[in-house]
């Protein structure tokens, strides 16, 4: 099975623009989780989908945004952007929604530089 | 509040000595226990995991961990580190089913020849 890709892998924009992440889960996989990881906060948890809705969200403000499509594809938005949204996203998949010992699946992330 | 304090941001050791990355965890109810290994400009690969029965958890690469519960840790261990064990090593928490992961800060490990 081929693993968690998320696209684009880099990713440059200035203050203010907006910003679009994508996430394909592993094949079979219906809860996509984003993180965001930065040198200061570690990983942080954005938000988790399953089955195109969201089940928990994370303390970030409502510029960070998600949905889920029905083949369990995962977006995440980030509006307005600031300096301080450069980070590696990351991109967790699961068959089940995430909590009970279920095991999560990470993509190999989005590295977004804000200037 | 529930929590994850790894201690030790960052830990050196020889080829072949022992590695010990310290996890511990604050909880008032049963947790759900991961390690977690990130190698550069990657994402994150799972070590092993604590649910339920035996507390010692043997994972990949020769790793594992014991889940302490009056001592509220999970440390990970491995008997003889190699140079390809370098790389960030997280400790992750959650519980029952809907509740996201909480990861500890990570420690990186480098490894001497």
């Known amino acids: 099975k081929a693993g968690v890709t998320q696209t684009p892998r880099y990713l440059i924009k200035t203050r203010g623009q907006q910003v679009t992440l994508s996430c394909s889960p592993i094949?079979?996989?219906?809860?996509v989780s984003w993180y965001q990881q930065t040198p200061g906060q570690g990983l942080q948890f954005l938000f988790e989908?399953?089955?195109?809705?969201?089940?928990n969200k994370g303390n970030f403000p409502g510029r960070f945004s998600g949905r889920q499509f029905s083949n369990s594809r995962s977006e995440m938005n980030v509006s307005t952007l600031e300096l301080g949204d450069s980070a590696l996203y990351l991109c967790?998949?699961?068959?089940?929604?995430?909590?009970?010992?279920?095991?999560?699946?990470f993509g190999p992330g989005t590295r977004l530089t804000v200037l | 509040a529930q929590s994850v304090t790894q201690l030790g941001s960052h830990v050196s050791v020889s080829e072949g000595a022992l590695v010990l990355l310290r996890c511990n965890y604050s909880?008032?109810?049963?947790?759900?226990l991961f390690w977690y290994v990130q190698y550069p400009n990657q994402g994150l690969q799972l070590l092993l995991k604590?649910?339920?029965?035996?507390?010692l958890v043997k994972g990949i690469n020769g790793f594992e961990a014991e889940f302490k519960k009056s001592e509220t840790s999970f440390h990970l261990t491995k008997p003889s580190a190699h140079m390809s064990d370098a790389a960030e090593y997280f400790c992750?928490?959650?519980?029952?089913?809907?509740?996201?992961?909480?990861f500890g800060k990570g420690t990186t490990l480098s490894v001497s020849s």
């Open positions: 967790a998949s699961s068959e089940a929604p995430s909590g009970g010992g279920n095991e999560q699946f």
């Open positions: 094949s079979g996989h219906r809860s």
């Open positions: 989908y399953f089955s195109e809705t969201q089940r």
């Open positions: 909880s008032s109810v049963p947790p759900y």
């Open positions: 604590y649910t339920t029965g035996a507390t």
């Open positions: 992750a928490v959650t519980f029952t089913a809907g509740t996201a992961l909480i």
